[in-house]
């Protein structure tokens, strides 16, 4: 029996019309392989039938595996979990969590769906907030510098006039999200979605941003024509 998993990855950077922007393209075909021999001999003739079944469970467990990690950012339809009842939830922002940044994989589950951190602008920076829940909260004129948002769920978040400056915000759900006056400096952005976001004066400067995902925001005709002229919208 073999199980193969194959993610061919090319990448190509193009730099913006003004300034200096790094377009990250990035193509990621994803193939999983799964085979299962019958024939008793090739295992010299000694593998129970409960191992067969178990390494097909396995391999199973494998095509899951890959299909989930490569979903970029949780469904607007998606059915989100009920509201924490944690009288601190909201303060679990302070914390942050630890592991899996990357992949969403947290922890502590991170409920901010609500909480208001308008103006905050010491306890946010820096912090990790992986697949946090974070729809309809505020953000406004909070400082979140060098946070670490994977896989985020923000739709209906208001995050005007938000510092973003060398935060990542990977594959990031900002669908209907207020991103008024928001500040992309030194930002990675790639796999997030801004569908029907709202993006007026929003600062794009040296922003990270896959091809794909540069053509998406383009798309939204809330940013104004020097953000468009720096992403390189044509």
Known sequence: MAASLSIPLSTRFSPAKRHRLNALELRSPLRVCCSASRDGAELEGKLPQLKKQLKNVACGILAVWAVTTA????????????????????ELAFVGNTIGQANGVYDKAIDLRFCDFTNEKANLKGKS???ALMSEAKFDGADMTEV????????????????FTNAVLDRVNFEKANLQGALFVDTVLSGSTFDNAQLEGAVFEDTIIGYIDLQKICRNTTINEEGRAVLGCR
Request: hydrophobic share 40%; aromatic share 6%; glycine share 6%.
């Open 129 to 131: 907030l992986a697949a």
């Open 148 to 163: 670490v948002m994977s896989k985020a769920y923000a739709a209906g978040a208001s995050f005007k006039g938000t510092d």
């Open 71 to 90: 979903s970029p950012v949780i469904a607007a339809n998606q059915r989100l979990p009920p509201l924490s009842t944690d009288p601190k939830r909201c």
